[in-house]
Antibody, heavy 123, light 110 residues
């Protein structure tokens, strides 16, 4: 079965960076891209961006595009999301999610989700 | 990109039908037929319930259906069950090739 297992909770100081991993299994990694979504405590979902698995092309939400980097590693079937220059309002649960459709040129809906990684930013 | 507009809460009794609206603009909901709906139980991971306005992924009950008219999409849940109590988020593909979520709707089954 398809599984997405994310790295553990992180506590960071303002200005630092965090890199969250999303290790996958149960399907052909090289066929599906990834979306990253975050959810601040008690708040709604925020779409952060998407990485195309074929080209590595990324699309980021405008509010984060200067601070976020999404990558994949086909040798370990793992997706990564790095967020730099952390601020207190970056405190959230970060989710990776796999594309519904394979080899898609634009971000499709998300069908399989990781369990979430809590990132806390506090001095 | 501003969040899509959803009612903060809706409620219904078991067996009834409810509809959750999701209002956007001509740059997102009104621009294409790529509207999705996600269900999230407290402390749980979101689950895709509807995609491309009115398609259900395998395993999702046919009690869930979607529709769209102009800049407003809707999710209808028929035959309400206690297990349907959750937060529901709409999402739309945008003219910027990104997605935007709604603020979420809390469904209470009375």
């Amino acid at each position: 079965q398809v599984q997405l297992v994310q790295s553990g909770a992180e506590m960071k100081k303002p200005g630092a960076s965090v890199k969250v991993s999303c290790k996958t299994s149960g399907y052909t990694f090289a066929s599906y891209g990834f979306t990253w979504v975050r959810q601040a405590p008690g708040q709604g979902l925020e779409w952060m961006g998407w990485i195309n698995i074929d080209s590595g092309h990324t699309i980021y939400v405008q509010s984060l595009q200067d601070r976020v980097i999404m990558t994949t590693d086909t040798s370990t079937n793992t997706a990564y999301m790095e967020l730099r220059s952390l601020r207190s309002d970056d405190t959230a649960v970060y989710y990776c999610a796999r594309d519904l459709l394979p080899h898609h040129g634009t971000p499709p809906p998300m069908i399989y989700w990781g369990q979430g990684t809590l990132v806390t930013v506090s001095s | 990109q501003s969040a899509l507009t959803q009612p903060a809460s809706v409620s219904g009794s078991p067996g009834q039908s409810i509809t959750i609206s999701c209002t956007g603009t001509s740059s997102d909901v009104g621009a294409n037929n790529y509207v999705s709906w996600y269900q999230q139980h407290p402390g749980k991971v979101p689950k895709l319930m509807i995609y491309d306005v009115n398609y259900r992924p395998s395993g999702v009950s046919d009690r869930f259906s979607g529709s769209k008219s102009g800049n407003t999409a809707s999710l209808t849940i028929s035959g309400l069950q206690a297990e349907d109590e959750a937060d529901y988020y709409c999402s739309s593909f945008t003219s910027s090739s990104s997605w935007v979520f709604g603020g979420g709707t809390k469904l209470t089954v009375l």
